[in-house]
């Protein structure tokens, strides 16, 4: 049954206007025939930012309803975050792990690193550069933000990764504060 719901797992179109009053929020979620549609988490991103989805399917392992909605309770997806007129796509992961969990920094080379609040959560970040590639290493900007919502009792790890400024992640990050998790 996992094998069928990871395969059947399609992204949601994004919502209509008046739905959402305010035009930069972005839902992310993974919608199922048979299971519906699960929310990962709500951004409201920086004017000119958007979201896209990749081309990986979200996995979902559990969900929890809340306030009249599906949360991933566990899982990942991958997206692209972008703006269109600098240039700039970022992949972005979200990671959500049952439980309490700390900010795995493995290959980062971390040029700072603090606390802040993510959707009304203490969060922990750090902005660094990661080698990626298979032969051709490739030094890339990233952030990384995890935070554990007492809610869902889980803990959300968001990586955005990409050819960009730091001041550009930091734009990011600095709306991370009004997201929704739950």
């Known amino acids: 049954m996992t094998a069928f719901f990871r395969k059947n797992w399609v992204m949601p179109d994004p919502p209509p206007s008046p739905g959402f009053p305010e035009r930069n929020k972005q839902i992310v979620a993974a919608k199922n025939l048979l299971f519906g549609t699960g929310y990962f988490l ?8 958007g979201i896209v989805r990749s081309y990986l399917e979200p996995d979902v392992h559990s969900t929890v309803g809340r306030g009249g909605f599906v949360w991933v309770e566990a ?7 972008f703006h269109r007129q600098r240039r700039i796509a970022l992949d972005f992961m979200i990671q959500i792990k049952l439980g309490k969990h700390d900010l795995d920094l493995k ?7 603090g606390s802040g609040v993510a959707g009304g959560h203490p969060a922990s970040y750090c ?5 990626q590639g298979l032969f051709k290493k490739k030094i ?3 952030l990384r933000v995890c935070f554990h919502c007492p809610e869902l009792q889980h803990t959300l790890f968001l990586y955005f990764t990409g050819k960009c400024q ?3 992640l930091r734009e990011i990050h600095e709306s991370l504060a ?5």
Do not use: F, N
């Open 127 to 131: 902005y660094g550069e990661v080698r």
């Open 107 to 113: 290959e980062v080379q971390i040029s700072s690193q």
């Open 42 to 49: 709500v951004l409201s991103l920086p004017e000119g930012w």
């Open 178 to 182: 009004a997201l929704e998790c739950h």
């Open 140 to 142: 890339l900007k990233t």
């Open 75 to 81: 899982g990942q997806t991958d997206q692209i975050v």
């Open 166 to 168: 730091e001041a550009d």
